[in-house]
T-cell receptor
Framework: DSGVTQTPKHLITATGQRVTLRCSPR?????VYWYQQSLDQGLQFLIQ???????AKGNILERFSAQQFPDLHSELNLSSLELGDSALYFC???????????FGSGTRLTVV | QQQVKQSPQSLIVQKGGISIINCAYE??????FPWYQQFPGKGPALLIA?????SEKKEGRFTISFNKSAKQFSLHIMDSQPGDSATYFC???????????FGEGTQLTVNP
């Protein structure tokens, strides 16, 4: 157990729907990162939050949004889902900067 | 644009052999180079990391070799074991940021 908790582990939904992925960072970590892992794109950085504020944005689609709450857990919202959004979504956390990321086990999203 | 290029895509090694995975980067602002190990169904786990001020770092059977002038770094796994069979990712982080840019991954199989 890495200490980073992601729920749900698996999610199957239809095109056009909206889902929410949840992440609880490791105790004491203030930064949360979201990554998408697909077969043809590898691990792609989506977005980072630090202590509730957005810090960096990567290849995140406009249909996707995220937030970090006062208790430091984070949610990634994916809307108007398309078949191509099927992927593994990982959350990672770190104390402050990017050194020593700890990843969760991921949420496998399947859009049918 | 792929900023970190990793090779080979897949690698098969006999038990007891040496596994070598290579990465090259272009962005001279990168200052932290970690390697992650990922087993099926799990998130990537930090294996070993290096900064550009050293040319080599060793932890147990795992060694990173770093060539700053060539902008290349590699992971060497000595005495490879079947339990090392996993996907390995190199990554890099800029001085000013905290996002990690990942290579495409190498699927390592160690035959008994």
């Amino acid at each position: 157990d890495s200490g980073v908790t992601q729920t749900p582990k698996h999610l199957i939904t239809a095109t056009g729907q909206r889902v929410t992925l949840r992440c609880s960072p490791r105790s004491g970590d203030l930064s949360v990162y979201w990554y998408q892992q697909s077969l043809d794109q590898g691990l792609q950085f989506l977005i980072q939050y630090y202590n509730g504020e957005e810090r960096a944005k990567g290849n995140i689609l406009e249909r996707f949004s995220a937030q970090q709450f006062p208790d430091l857990h984070s949610e990634l919202n994916l809307s108007s889902l398309e078949l191509g959004d099927s992927a593994l979504y990982f959350c990672a956390s770190s104390v402050r900067g990017g050194d020593g990321y700890t990843f969760g086990s991921g949420t496998r999203l399947t859009v049918v | 644009q792929q900023q970190v290029k990793q090779s080979p895509q897949s690698l098969i090694v006999q038990k007891g052999g040496i596994s070598i995975i290579n990465c090259a980067y272009e962005n001279t602002a990168f200052d932290y180079f970690p390697w992650y190990q990922q087993f099926p169904g799990k998130g990537p786990a930090l294996l070993i990391a290096i900064r550009p001020d050293v040319s080599e770092k060793k932890e147990g059977r795992f060694t990173i070799s770093f060539n700053k002038s060539a902008k290349q770094f590699s992971l060497h796994i000595m005495d490879s074991q079947p339990g090392d069979s996993a996907t390995y990712f190199c990554a890099a982080k800029e001085t000013s940021g905290s996002r990690l840019t990942f290579g495409e991954g190498t699927q390592l199989t160690v035959n008994p």
